[in-house]
């Protein structure tokens, strides 16, 4: 007879939300009319994020202990909560931004349930409690994510960078479920804190086993030298689709990474921690010096994210209740900065029908004052200048940093802001001081078109952005909470 | 509560500017107004200011994220009052200024005017570090803006050798503000302790005299200075690089007593460079600009050999003479903007000359500016310069003399100047069309010199309060 372990439904709730909503979105494809399929379709995708979003924050609300479910194979936590509000967010100003995109209206439902799918896959892989879940959620969201990279077949460049992301993740993946086959070699076990209460600590299978893991999760967080698909993937998918990858999917790794390193290897910890300090280095070099040669702004924007990966895992090498803290407050003006700058690149494509390079970006900010005032202050958020949240999270990764005596992370870190701010700044400079005129670039026609929903979720990433400056204590506080559920 | 005010009326004035729905001649009369209510407010502040005490005044005290003590923590001591009270003064004649000359784009400039006294008040004011911080990066926005928008033909060289030398500064000393507020468990910084960290002061010292600027770290002066629009020059000049000084005198002097006395020859070497160094430049320079800008590195110098003098006749002094200073380099760069524009130069003395001849307004200005920056007895420089030499003078002759001599220096370069502008030959470019100042400009210029005669007439208000820097610190340099 089969024993059926016991499902506690409501802590799957936020990612059971999503995959719903996903499952409604593909009966949209087929019955819903064409003229109606848009807005239904958009509606659906907002409505099961907000909603997951909701679920995850009762859960956070009604979890203030960790428990593990289904045999081990889930975690019901503040943790992974906390990081489904926010995944959640991320989704629901991603369909937003979404909504204005040209696409053909054959896909438009399925992008939407690809969007909702992701989002599931990437709300239970923060919940994994063993080696299968986790490769389990991360093939899921992954999956999704390359077909949307590769959607718009109208766009150049879209398949093209759908098929690198995709040949790329799946040697990330691949490594993933090797690293974990060969913990599973030696521990015989599965779920998290099992393996790391099997003793095996030190065995040097265990660590080819963590170094393959680690690796497997880097590339989905895009950390240097992971990170070769990143500035093609976010260059030629769907400017929101980007947005999304970039915010998302970050949380979603780095949250993970955390959790698996902190439970699973506790007995390594002197080893991972040093291998993530290396990898925040490269990550932090690379990513800001070759965007100081980009002129794409989507590229720079992606290899910005790949120097923030870097500083948030200064956070992860201070494994300490201060670094979770400062990884999940970073996370927050981090995924609104993001959303907000491909946001406005999203608009400014739109307006002009063509990828967006500094060049182009002439003259946006007197012509679009609203969205080129955002986009100063996401820039100068990512840059880490105050009254953004981008800069209380640097002075927090810092400060778990000094704090765990990794004084010359701090020093990398000040000497990569340092290099970060020409190209940052390069932005403004594009924005402002130079007129449209001298672009000589004649606009698509016609006024710009007007997008409420996407100025409305350039607002929310602003406000969030500036907010997360003023509103430190309140986050600081659930973070904390949430931190205490992982064993320090 | 009142320095909370002063920081935020400026800031709400320029989101309100930013949404009226005015017109560019209304939105400048608007700024203009509100640059005004600040200074009253100011006016307000010094009037309920008790001076018999040494004790942080006007204070607020919030807390920001309690696990790491940040607080919003603003507050004024003797000395800050006077710090703020010229940034008001100085930024409303700038605003009222860019008013008059009608900038373009006024929604943007006035707003981003606006924000700029804003921060520059809470860089006075922060008495918590990262709020310190936060206000002195908070500055960089705004100016990056206006000297990329509204600067000459070189703008965007200006504004790249501006944002790295001072982001390069600005960010060695958030490691060292990060380090040394986990050091002492609080980032207050009327409950921080002193250091003895050579490395953390060196943190501080090298992003304070980056924005003095100090030598050798002047590099972003010349081109900034001569591609900003005038009056964003002369609050870079007169209020941006204070907080530079500021600095010194707040955090790297009174939280590092040791690395001070250890390093206090270098700087003052350095001091004597900035000094002497910027006054032979001045005196060569070949635009009416370029005195005023090499001027400010001299004055630098001189102020951080007051400061660095460890007493408090050099302190006071420092002080008297960085308020004398914003204000004289302010009314420098205003004026040199007036001439720049009637002439249609860039201020190049062998296009000018002969201009007192017909302007008597434009020449009784700028001799009486000219004089009383050339430090002539009686004047209040001449007051600020005397305590400076007199309070470096016990740290060594040596010092005195090399201050005495730039003082010669800058009677030679401030009268070259002046009489390249006013006196011989009617210049190429000065016709009949250069007209005298208008009502407009005067109103702009004159309270600004019946300040700098006030003061003139009474440095004592500042100097002999002054000092003060409870509750760490300067008494152990008392003598």
Not at chain 1, 439 to 465: E, H, K, N
Not at chain 2, 340 to 345: I, S
Not at chain 2, 394 to 403: R, Y
Request: aromatic share 12%; net charge neutral.
């Amino acid at each position: 007879m089969i024993v059926k372990p016991h499902v506690d439904w409501f802590a799957l709730a936020p990612s059971l939300a999503l995959l719903a909503a996903s499952g409604l979105l593909l009966m949209v494809a087929v019955f819903v009319p064409r003229r109606g399929r848009k807005p239904t379709a958009a509606f659906l995708a907002f409505a099961g994020f907000i909603a997951s979003g909701i679920w995850a924050a009762f859960l956070d609300d009604r979890s203030p202990n960790a428990t593990a479910l289904v045999h081990d194979a889930m975690w019901r936590d503040r943790w992974s909560a906390l990081a489904q509000v926010i995944l959640a967010g991320a989704g629901a100003v991603a369909v937003l931004l979404s909504y204005g995109e040209r696409m053909r209206d054959e896909h438009v439902a399925e992008y939407y349930a690809l969007l909702t799918a992701a989002g599931a896959g990437m709300a239970f892989f923060m919940q994994a409690g063993n080696l299968m879940t986790l490769f389990l959620g991360l093939e899921w969201f992954s999956i999704a994510l390359y077909v949307l990279t590769a959607i718009d077949i109208d766009l150049v460049g879209s398949l093209e960078a759908g098929l690198k992301y995709l040949i790329v993740g799946a040697v990330g993946s691949a490594t993933l479920l090797f690293g974990s086959a060969l913990v599973y070699g030696v521990t015989g076990e599965l779920s998290f804190d099992r393996i790391a209460a099997s003793g095996h600590g030190h065995d040097a299978m265990l660590v080819v086993g963590l170094a393959m893991i680690i690796v497997g999760l880097g590339f989905k967080a895009s950390a240097a030298p992971f990170h070769m698909w990143t500035p093609d993937a976010y260059q030629g998918a769907p400017t929101p689709v980007t947005a999304f990858m970039a915010s998302a999917t970050k949380i979603a790794a780095l949250v993970v990474t955390y959790r698996v390193l902190v439970t699973t290897f506790p007995h390594d910890q002197d080893l991972w921690r040093a291998a993530i300090a290396v990898i925040a280095i490269v990550s932090l070099a690379w990513g800001n010096i070759a965007a100081l040669v980009q002129r794409n702004v989507k590229r720079i924007l992606a290899y910005s994210s790949v120097s923030h990966a870097g500083f948030m895992l200064i956070a992860v090498a201070a494994a300490s209740p201060l670094g979770a803290r400062a990884l999940l407050y970073y996370l927050i003006p981090y995924a609104a900065m993001s959303l907000g700058a491909f946001g406005v690149v999203a608009a400014r494509e739109r307006e002009l029908r063509r990828p967006v390079t500094l060049q182009n970006l002439a003259g946006f900010g007197w012509e679009r004052p609203f969205l080129g005032v955002a986009m100063w202050v996401f820039v100068l958020g990512m840059l880490g200048f105050p009254l953004t949240g981008g800069f209380i999270g640097k002075f927090y990764v810092f400060a778990a940093a000094y704090d765990h005596g990794y004084w010359w992370l701090i020093v990398a870190g000040v000497i990569a802001t340092m290099i970060s701010a020409y190209y940052y700044l390069g932005i403004v400079r594009a924005m402002y001081f130079r007129d449209a005129a001298e672009l000589q670039l004649a606009p698509a026609g016609g006024s710009p078109p007007f997008d409420p929903l996407l100025i409305a979720g350039v607002s929310i990433a602003l406000v969030v952005t500036v907010g997360s400056f003023f509103a430190v204590q309140p986050l600081i506080d659930v973070a904390r909470s949430a931190a205490t559920s992982l064993p320090f | 509560m009142m320095s909370t005010a002063l920081i935020a009326i400026p800031v709400l004035g320029a989101l309100l500017i930013a949404i009226a729905p005015l017109s560019s001649y209304w939105l400048g009369s608007l700024a203009a107004l509100i640059s005004l209510v600040e200074v009253g407010v100011w006016i307000t502040a010094a009037a309920r200011f008790d001076f018999s005490s040494s004790a942080l005044q006007l204070d607020q005290r919030a807390s920001w994220f309690s696990d790491l003590q940040v607080s919003w923590h603003v507050g004024q001591y003797r000395f800050s009052l006077w710090f703020v009270g010229m940034t008001v003064v100085v930024m409303a004649a700038c605003t009222i200024y860019g008013w008059w000359v009608g900038r373009d784009r006024a929604r943007a400039y006035f707003a981003l005017m606006l924000l700029l006294t804003g921060a520059i008040v809470g860089v006075f004011t922060a008495q918590d570090l990262l709020l310190f911080y936060a206000f002195f990066e908070a500055m960089l926005i705004p100016l990056y803006i206006l000297i990329g928008v509204w600067g000459g033909s070189d703008r965007m060289k200006a504004t790249i050798t501006l944002v790295v030398y001072t982001v390069v500064g600005s960010l060695l000393m958030l490691a060292a503000i990060i380090v040394f507020g986990l050091q002492q468990g609080t980032f207050d910084m009327t409950r921080m302790g002193t250091s003895s960290s050579q490395w953390l002061f060196l943190g501080f010292v090298v992003a304070f005299a980056i924005k003095s600027p100090l030598f050798p770290l002047h590099g972003w002066l010349p081109v900034t200075y001569r591609e900003s629009p005038p009056e964003v020059s002369a609050v870079l000049s007169g209020i941006v690089g204070k907080a530079g000084l500021y600095g010194l005198l707040r955090i790297a002097i009174p939280f590092f007593p040791q690395p001070v006395h250890d390093w206090r020859v270098v700087i003052l070497v350095l001091a004597s460079i900035s000094l002497v160094y910027g006054s032979l430049l001045a005196f060569r320079a070949p635009d009416f600009r370029g005195v005023v800008m090499y001027s400010s590195l001299a004055q630098a110098g001189l102020i951080v050999l007051g400061l660095f003098a460890g007493n408090t006749l050099g302190f006071d002094g420092a002080v008297l003479q960085i308020v004398n200073h914003a204000l004289v380099s302010s009314l420098l760069f205003l004026i040199a903007g007036m001439v720049e524009r009637r002439t249609g130069t860039r201020g190049e003395f062998s296009l000018l000359g002969g201009m007192a001849r017909g302007r008597p307004a434009l020449a009784t200005v700028i001799m009486v500016v000219g004089v009383i920056s050339l430090a002539v007895p009686l004047s209040t420089t001449f007051a600020g310069e005397f305590l400076i030499l007199a309070g470096v003078f016990q740290q060594g002759w040596l010092w005195a003399v090399i201050g005495a001599a730039a003082m010669v220096l800058a009677a030679m370069y401030m009268l070259r100047a002046i009489s390249a502008v006013l006196h011989q030959d009617v210049g190429s470019a000065v016709s009949e069309d250069a007209l005298d100042l208008r009502v407009g400009e005067l109103a702009i210029v004159v309270p600004l010199v019946v300040c700098l005669i006030g003061l003139s007439a009474w440095p004592n208000l500042i100097s002999s309060r002054a000092s003060s820097l409870a509750p760490t610190g300067f008494t152990q340099y008392a003598p």
